[in-house]
DNA sequence: TTCCTGCACT
DNA sequence: AGTGCAGGAA
């Protein structure tokens, strides 16, 4: 059977649309999709945990890890949380992380290590909201249940003219309501990885390709061609500046690392000794020298990091000297991966 | 450099 | 309404 021609998918609606789309130019390949199209709920619960934060080109390589390390869900519930959050580390947000080990073990308990197959009973578990309990419903069952993700949101805000802001309370419901109309009862994960997908390549922020769009013509904000006005901007975070005190002590190849504070930013992850002040770095360390400062931005703070060097181990009790090749096994957050860097190529 | 995106929890 | 990390694009 030959391939329709993109007039002739005019006369189909708005799903069925996004459907034919899908079949033609969607994505197909990725490590979580069996050609079979019907995906493992495990792998399809994975990947969009970690798609709420990162593209897809980089969660490839951290979903190939995790699969490989825990095959399976109760793999990942009888795992160390520390170890869920080694291969976490540099994704970033790491209470996802956490709530997915937590709910992999709920699911051993209450689910006989199965993902549920009831939106009400994936939202009950911790990490899973409402978008992404339906597309595991479209995705791993195809059970007919709309989604509502950032790429989503655009499609639909341009294609029905949304004017508010995307995460605005009355905005979202209107959004929800036009998904929960247009949702496709027949082919509901094609129809889904397809919203998806189009989101994802076709309707983009910057330079949406609207000459290959499936459903060009019924664009609103296209025929009023205001499209680069929609969907609304976001009101920008506000992030305070803060300056913190780095130790890096360095014995051959061990660093000086702790635990963090379950309540400081990195909760329970290791890093460097931090300090609020030189003063108070150099009262506790004073051969400490003064070494190199760097920048890195958190959601709500831009952090000055001013890393003090200290060529020698740590004797305090709560800092461990640990081998960088053994940081693989140690849950840390990018940050010290750019000192580290950093210090090597002074 | 600056701007922007992401989704769930509290 | 406030909070969590990192990276990509303009």
């Known amino acids: 059977m030959s391939k329709p021609l993109l007039t002739e998918l005019k006369a189909l609606n708005f799903s069925q649309q996004v459907v034919a789309w899908y079949h033609q130019h969607g994505r197909k390949q990725l490590p979580w999709q069996l050609s079979t199209g019907q995906h493992k709920p495990y792998h399809v619960w994975l990947s969009e945990i970690m798609l709420q934060q990162t593209q897809v080109v980089k969660v490839i390589e951290y979903f190939d890890r995790f699969i490989k390390t825990f095959p399976t869900l109760d793999d990942l519930a009888n795992a ?3 170890q869920v959050l080694a291969l976490w580390s540099g994704l970033g947000y790491y209470n996802r992380a956490r709530n997915l080990h937590k709910s992999a073990q709920l699911c051993q308990q209450q689910h006989h290590s199965q993902l ?4 009400q009973q994936l939202i009950g578990l911790p990490g899973i909201g409402r978008s992404t309990a339906a597309a595991i419903m479209s995705l791993a069952y195809d059970q007919a249940e709309p989604i509502m993700d950032g790429n989503v949101k655009r499609v639909f805000a341009r294609h029905f003219l949304i004017a508010g802001e995307p995460n605005k309370s009355s905005t979202l419901k209107q959004l929800w309501q036009l998904a929960e109309v247009h949702k496709e009862q ?3 994960a094609a129809y889904t990885q397809g919203l998806m997908d189009l989101g994802a390549t076709i309707c983009t922020k910057h ?8 459903i ?8 009023k061609d205001m499209i680069a006005q929609y969907p609304a901007k976001k009101q920008k975070v506000k992030q305070a500046e803060v300056d913190l005190y780095a130790l890096l002590s360095v014995d051959g190849s061990n660093v000086g690392l702790n635990q963090r504070d379950e309540h400081s930013i990195w909760p329970n992850l290791m890093f460097l000794p931090l300090f609020e002040s030189a003063e108070t770095l150099l009262n506790a360390h004073a051969d400490a020298q003064q070494h190199f400062s760097l ?6 703070r831009i952090l ?3 890393v003090y060097l200290l060529k020698q181990p740590i004797k305090s009790t709560a800092v461990q000297m640990i081998d960088r090749e053994d940081l693989i096994n140690r849950p840390h957050p990018k940050a010290l991966i750019h000192i580290l860097n950093q210090h090597d190529n002074h």
């Open 116 to 119: 549920p197959q009831d939106l």
């Open 186 to 188: 027949h082919e509901a």
């Open 216 to 223: 060009n013509e019924s664009c609103q904000a296209r025929k």
């Open 304 to 306: 000055q990091i001013h």
């Open 295 to 300: 920048t890195h931005k958190l959601t709500h």
């Open 80 to 82: 160390e949380e520390q």
């Open 207 to 214: 330079q949406p390709k609207c000459d290959q769009c499936p």
